[in-house]
Structure formats: C-alpha cells, structure tokens
C-alpha cells in the first residue's frame, strides 16, 4: 500500500505537477532521503534539505521558508496510511465487522493522530492505540 501510494500518488503529481520524473526528483533529494532512512525522522531531514534545495533546484530560500518545515510538520501521510492499515487488518483477524461510519471513524482517527504524532521514530504505534478506541 505504501509503495503504490508513493509510486503511483506521487509519481502522477510530480509528473503532471512539477512535469519532473521520479529517478530525478530522487537523484536531486539522495542526501535528504539518505538522512530521512537512517535516521527515521522527518525533522532531522530539515537542515539537509535547505541545503540541497537551493544548490540543486534554484528555489529560493524565502519560497521554501514555509513549506518545507509545514510539509514536515502536517504531510505526515504514511503514519496515517499505515494506521488505518493496521485498523482494518486487527479488525479482519479478530472477525470485527467494520461497516461505513466505523471506517470513516478510523479515517478520522488515525489522520488526527497522525497530525498529533512526535517525532521519535516508532511512536506511530503508540498512535495506533487511539485509532483503535
């Protein structure tokens, strides 16, 4: 589910977007993607991509003052992804019927929690006990 969101979901927007294929968005970014794997923290990536964004891709710094850290901050999909994920799969092994409201309820949830979520890596699972009450 990750994969095919980061490949199809972002791969659409950056190409119909930003008209830039994925390799070369990857290439541009190695170093901050390098520092998000080994560290698993979307903070610690802020310093390393202020410094690849303006040598690389000629954005000023005044432009990405705001995205970059708010991009940090909200755009935290992936924990929000896989909580609702791990909802539906506890649910399924258990036999816990899930009708509409309750899937919109763990939608709900789990993007809020994901909103609320520290950056320590792991704390998603610790979230995930919200989205299940």
């Known amino acids: 589910m990750l994969l095919f969101h980061l490949f199809l979901v972002h791969g659409l927007l950056l190409r119909c977007g930003a008209r830039l294929p994925f390799g070369?968005?990857?290439?541009?970014?190695?170093?901050?993607?390098?520092?998000?794997?080994?560290?698993?923290?979307?903070?610690?990536?802020?310093?390393?991509?202020?410094?690849?964004?303006?040598?690389?891709?000629?954005?000023?710094r005044s432009v990405a003052a705001l995205p970059i850290p708010l991009g940090a901050t909200i755009n935290i999909e992936g924990t929000a992804i896989i909580q609702r994920v791990a909802t539906v799969f506890v649910a399924q092994r258990y036999d816990v019927p899930l009708g509409w409201a309750t899937l919109l309820h763990v939608v709900a949830m789990a993007t809020l929690a994901s909103l609320g979520t520290a950056d320590v890596p792991g704390v998603g699972r610790e979230m995930l006990t919200m989205v299940f009450r």
């Not at 990857?26 to 040598?55: H, I």
């Open 24 to 60: 070369q968005l990857v290439l541009r970014f190695r170093e901050a993607l390098l520092v998000a794997l080994g560290t698993s923290s979307r903070n610690a990536t802020l310093p390393v991509t202020f410094d690849v964004r303006p040598s690389r891709n000629g954005v000023s």
